[in-house]
């Protein structure tokens, strides 16, 4: 999957000379944890993913839907359950159930429907999606500049501890430039 930052603004941020390739590793995996913090601190998806799988104890208020944590949500796939007799059962899009892909998205039965009786408990609602900004163009320049900031602090700071120095948990500004887009759920 393509990060958010390519390794050359990575690199020209961090002003290092582009053709020097010799930590490339190193500065990639920064990326992914960069963006893995950022996802972790928004609820947001930075990267395509598809098939991810949501399980649910059950279908949740018919009123407000069923929350699904991932944003943005670009297709639901399947919606399955297990009935009150545990047979696994599948709904269908638009007769049995509509997207509001509205952040946040939600799962409601479709119009002049409801949820059908589940067993309830770990895994009877199960609902596959696609998720996840599709390109590094969709993906906000205060997010984007977030990362820059994790990337610089951790590849400056490679220790965990910094003798002589105030250690700060996150870098000046990351959650000034990540509170904006945070998913907030209640």
């Given at each position: 999957m393509p990060e958010p930052l390519s390794l050359d603004d990575v690199k020209e941020a961090l002003r290092l000379d582009l053709s020097d390739t010799s930590e490339?590793?190193?500065?990639?995996?920064?990326?992914?944890?960069?963006?893995?913090?950022?996802?972790?601190?928004?609820?947001?998806?930075?990267?395509?993913?598809a098939g991810m799988e949501l399980i649910f104890d059950d279908f949740g208020?018919?009123?407000?839907?069923?929350?699904l944590p991932a944003w943005p949500?670009?297709?639901?796939?399947?919606?399955?359950?297990?009935?009150?007799?545990?047979?696994?059962?599948?709904?269908t899009?638009?007769?049995d159930w509509r997207l509001v892909a509205k952040k946040p998205a939600r799962l409601l039965p479709a119009?002049?429907?409801?949820?059908p009786q589940v067993l309830g408990g770990p895994g009877s609602v199960i609902v596959t999606l696609n998720a996840g900004y599709a390109?590094?163009?969709e993906v906000s320049p205060a997010l984007k500049q977030?990362?820059?900031?994790?990337?610089?602090?951790?590849?400056?700071?490679?220790?965990?501890?910094?003798i002589?120095?105030?250690?700060?948990?996150?870098?000046?500004?990351v959650e000034r430039l990540v509170a904006p887009h945070r998913m907030w759920w209640v």
């Open positions: 490339d590793g190193y500065l990639d995996a920064l990326c992914s944890a960069a963006r893995a913090a950022v996802e972790g601190m928004t609820g947001l998806l930075l990267v395509p993913i208020n018919a009123d407000s839907g069923l929350r949500v670009r297709l639901v796939s399947d919606v399955t359950y297990l009935d009150t007799n545990g047979e696994g059962q599948v709904l899009a638009g007769d119009a002049g429907t409801c949820w390109t590094a163009t977030a990362m820059h900031l994790l990337i610089g602090n951790w590849y400056r700071n490679r220790e965990a501890d910094v002589g120095a105030t250690a700060l948990e996150l870098p000046n500004g």
